[in-house]
């Protein structure tokens, strides 16, 4: 679809707009100039007020064969005053599934009056939005963020491509860099008039490295989307009864996972999301303990485990308070000592005084202050996995300000050759001009003034029919 022409489309498109499944109440949204007399052509007994209001209706449509008056509140929103910028009906309904496919269907249905609407696309209300100027492209991708979000971080993201952040900043060296270039094209244009005075290559030099550093600054203090996309994963590691699964239980707060005194019962490895302090977020793994393979099974389960290892973000290294072993840790692995309970006072203090946490399972004891320090050590490793402050940056915003950067490293070096040369017009202006275009081109981007098709296409493809 080319999604300038969904700006300029005004046939009436109508979607459920509320999720899948039963509910106590469902939404229908109807968009269009013809909204207002497709309803009306299948309302019973009322007329449409088509003022921005609410009002209760009766809609005529088909459900199972036969005809039956559904009761609604329709929410009318006139013109630009709505979401999608055109013409919008809501109808809130019984949150039955079957009854809001049949009003879908009855405001397609062409035999029900000279008007009808067809079926939106995914993410096309927010297109026409995008497309009428009542959603800035930021706000659109914040949209899709919510929509795929499967953590807090990921949500927490979404809440800050709402603000905007990223695109003012964009938007205010944008503007400084229009006056720049356009100081520098009055070089090229007016070179011989004497009264137009066009920036000297020192002042270019010293205004684009200011410029370049607000980009590097920008670049530096925000998260990249693509690292919401993945939670640290703190795999549970250790022999065969040593109290990972009850640990795994213990820190989920719910049973979980089977944990017996039979030893080799977790055969799997079990993903579960865990919240730790202050909306920290990761991915708590439990895996079959390590021991010599006996059988073919035991050599899978082992190969499993050394995996998953391998590719955790951080190891808690489980051993029973009562084996009196050595600790393990390094960068990515914590001894966690298991079973404190069973503890006599002499062992508890050898473990503690080889350092890691000291936990029960049974009794709860440590597990909250494991809770704590998982946390420390996920913010000391500088884990996203939750909510941060910093305003999240988008794979095409990052690559959209990597490419303004060496634009205007390219305008800045040609001016700086022109200082050292001592004398003006020792680089082209044309050439300092076309870079800093591409560069302002690129910054565009970012603040939301120039959006290629393909982009739009990619984003709104991502949105679920209704949005
Ligand atoms: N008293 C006490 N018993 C515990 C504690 N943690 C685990 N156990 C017991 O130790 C036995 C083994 O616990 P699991 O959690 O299944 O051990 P695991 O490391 O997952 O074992 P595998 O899955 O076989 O590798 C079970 O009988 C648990 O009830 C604890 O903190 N205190
Ligand atoms: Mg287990």
Redesign the pocket.
Known sequence: MRWESVATSTDAIVAIASPPGCAARGIVRVSGDASFAIVQERLAHTTLRTTRGVQSVRLRVCVAHVEVEVAALALVMVGRASFVGQDTVEFLIAGNPAILTAVVAALCDRKRGAHWARRATAGEFSARAFLNGRLAIDEAEAIALSISAESNAQLAAARQLRTGRVGQVAATAAQELTGVLALVEAGIDFSDQEDVVAITAIDLVTTLDVLAQTLAALLDGTTPEESLQALPVIALR??????????FNALLGRQRV?????????RDAIVEPLLLHRGREVLLM?L??IEEPQHALAEQMQELARHAFQSATLQLH?VPVTAQAHPENGPRMITIW?????ADAAQRAAAMAQGGSV?????GEGIDELRESLTLQIDAGGWIGGARDAPVLLARHRAALADAHSAMQRARSAAHRCVEAGRRGAEPAELIATDLREALDALGIVAGHRTADDVLGALFARFCIGK
């Open positions: 250790g022999a065969t009864n040593a109290g990972k699964s009850s640990l089977v944990a017996s005194e039979q030893a080799g019962s977790t439990d079959p303990g489980c298991t079973k404190a309970d069973r936990t029960s399972a049974i009794t």
